[in-house]
């Protein structure tokens, strides 16, 4: 790769790092952006809209479409940086458009269904030390994700957060929000300590980094495919289709169809914005059909 290639990938990551970007979002831009470039003979300011387009048009036939319009705006970001540290004289992504395919409907957990999840770990009863100790992590990680946490923050909690005499767990809440105290149902916290007393040190193999949740080898999950991978295993002994965002978007909705006011599913959910957590309300219809039932007159 060209010196001032190398140059451009690491003035980017400065800046993202700067804007306080997650670490897998720097990681995602720069490998797109290395990809394109090393199809760039000339230097990153000399780049061409026309560039971009060829790239993409050359990709397109192998890869999906969603993921194609992911590459273009991770490019996007990949220049908006070179842009603002005046590496480029423009931006050459400005004005290219891809049409995103229409996103295919969300997955709806019900309670049942959560039930089934956190009942695999119950089911590993008779298995060896390792196997409960394995089981006990992944009713770990599926409780927290029951809790409205994201991925990201499942995976940065750390043993000092937790509280278990006061039931509070310290989420340093992605997307640049405010680290926050989350109050974990009883059931969860019990949970916890039997994870925290029977799992996890036989996980860590007497190496401790600090983190609450521990993969197999004792290390941290670190890459957010450790936990997709935890929740469809566990998902297939259950038989549920799951995944993790779905159980956070299930705890709102189960919480919004108990009567719970949707400010206060922000709150917990750790939303700026109350329109964010009504994307996340999916109530059914029967339920729907019950609240508006409540509202109904005598026939006139």
């Known amino acids: 790769m060209r ?3 190398e140059a451009a990938l690491a003035a980017c990551e400065r ?4 804007l306080n970007r997650s670490a897998g979002t720097i990681t995602q831009v720069l490998a797109v952006a290395e990809k394109f470039l090393g199809g760039v003979k000339g230097t990153v300011a000399q780049v061409t809209l026309d560039d971009v387009r060829a790239y993409l048009a050359e990709r397109m036939p192998g890869i999906a479409a969603s993921t194609h319009v992911t590459e273009l705006g991770r490019l996007r970001s ?7 540290l005046r590496l480029v004289p423009a931006d050459p992504t ?3 458009r891809l049409d995103r395919p229409s996103p295919p409907a969300h997955l709806l957990l019900t309670e049942a269904d959560v039930a089934r999840l956190l009942g695999v770990a119950d089911a590993m009863a008779d298995a060896d030390a390792q196997g409960r100790a394995l089981a006990l992590r992944d009713r770990a990680v599926i409780e927290l994700l029951y809790c409205g946490l994201r991925s990201h923050e499942v995976r940065a909690a750390l043993v000092t957060d937790l509280d278990v005499r006061e ?3 310290l989420v340093r809440r992605a997307k640049g ?6 109050p974990l149902p009883r059931p969860t916290v019990a949970l916890l300590r039997r994870y925290m007393a029977q799992a996890r040190p036989r996980l860590a193999h007497g190496r401790d980094l600090g983190h609450l949740l521990l993969r197999e080898d004792g290390r941290p999950f670190v890459w957010a495919n450790g936990i997709n991978r935890l929740v469809s295993r566990v998902a297939r002994k259950a038989e549920v289709r799951a995944h993790p965002h779905a159980l956070r978007r299930g705890i709102a909705s189960h919480l919004v169809e108990r009567g719970v006011p949707v400010p206060l599913v922000q709150r917990y959910l750790g939303h700026e914005r109350i329109t964010s957590t009504q994307l996340y309300v999916e109530v059914e219809r029967s339920a729907l059909r019950r609240a508006v039932e409540t509202l109904e007159r ?3």
Do not use: E
């Open 78 to 84: 990949f220049f908006q940086a070179l842009a603002r």
């Open 15 to 18: 800046d993202l790092r700067r």
């Open 298 to 300: 005598p026939a006139s």
């Open 167 to 169: 039931g509070l767990l």
């Open 3 to 5: 010196p001032d290639h």
């Open 94 to 96: 400005v004005g290219l």
């Open 177 to 182: 929000g405010r680290p926050d105290f989350l």
